[in-house]
């Protein structure tokens, strides 16, 4: 597969979520991602944040999530 990216400890503090941000940088990380050539993401994601990944494409995989770029 190449090139491979890992997202470890993404957090958003309690007064500050639903405001974009987590998506903004899950943007930019993607972004930077595909400029560096990489062909996947994967991480492993809380309940609470699933959601915010889901919307940029990752998907369950038996033991992360991920999306191919």
Do not use: H
């Amino acid at each position: 597969m190449g090139v491979e990216g890992y997202v470890l400890n993404m957090l958003t503090v309690a007064e500050w979520r639903g405001k974009g941000i987590a998506s903004a940088i899950m943007r930019e990380l993607l972004a930077c991602a595909r400029e560096a050539g990489a062909g996947l993401v994967w991480l492993r994601a809380t309940d609470q944040g699933r959601s915010v990944y889901e919307k940029f494409g990752l998907a369950e995989n038996p033991r992360y999530m991920q999306v191919k770029l």
